[in-house]
């Protein structure tokens, strides 16, 4: 295998290229943005992620999260969560918050958190996949065609609870904070969803993440220990950012 080198502009614009990617998606249409135009896209939507940041998770009602959506995991729809509406200028006041599909001709009206065993995604009671069920008018739920009402996996999840119990959680920051759950730094990148923290990346059942709004004013007058520990997960969670980056970066190159 022949080993490539770049040198250091190179490798700038590889980074500055996998940062572009982070905060703008696919909201430029496949076309790059002009610097100008980067430049007031950031300065729009950078402030308003920090305000309106929408944080999704995966779980049973009063029980533990048992997965965190990032921009990469994939909906019912088969598109990814990045694909899906998740910048609001406003956030409308209606619960549950629906974030509909963004690509073309895709009827998913809500993102919806499909679990997987390895790549494969679960099947439901009736055998088949997600695919082979066709989208229902009004709920969240994906109706089969033929002799099944609706998707509806016996899958148990590693919380010991079929999939069926879970709900795909769509939640603000102060809604997030008066449940007592992490919300992690402000990130200027595009749907960044549920990802707080390096351990938002495992299932619930493993990460077991301490619940609770860390800041600095709460570990100031907590224990040292815990001070330890948010430093560290600050210094790991910048670590799995750059990791996505560097690994986005990689089939760049590639391709
Ligand atoms: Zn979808
Ligand atoms: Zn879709
Ligand atoms: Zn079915
Ligand atoms: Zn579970």
Redesign the pocket.
Known sequence: MDSQFLDSSALKAVDDYCQYRRLVGDDDGGRLFTPEQYKEYKRKMVPQRVKNRLYVSFGVPGGIECRLVGPETP?F???RYK?HKTDFEIIPSERPLLLP?R?KK?L?SAYEYLPHIGAAPVRCGCKHLPQDHTEGDTSQNISFSGDCSEFRSPYTCGCGQPTYNHQTLVETKSERVARGRPVGGDVPYAAMGGLTDFSSLVDGYIALEASGLLTDETIQTGHKSRKCDYQKKKVLSRAIIMIICHIQSTFIVIS
């Open positions: 909906c729809c088969a598109h694909q599909c690509v895709c998913c």
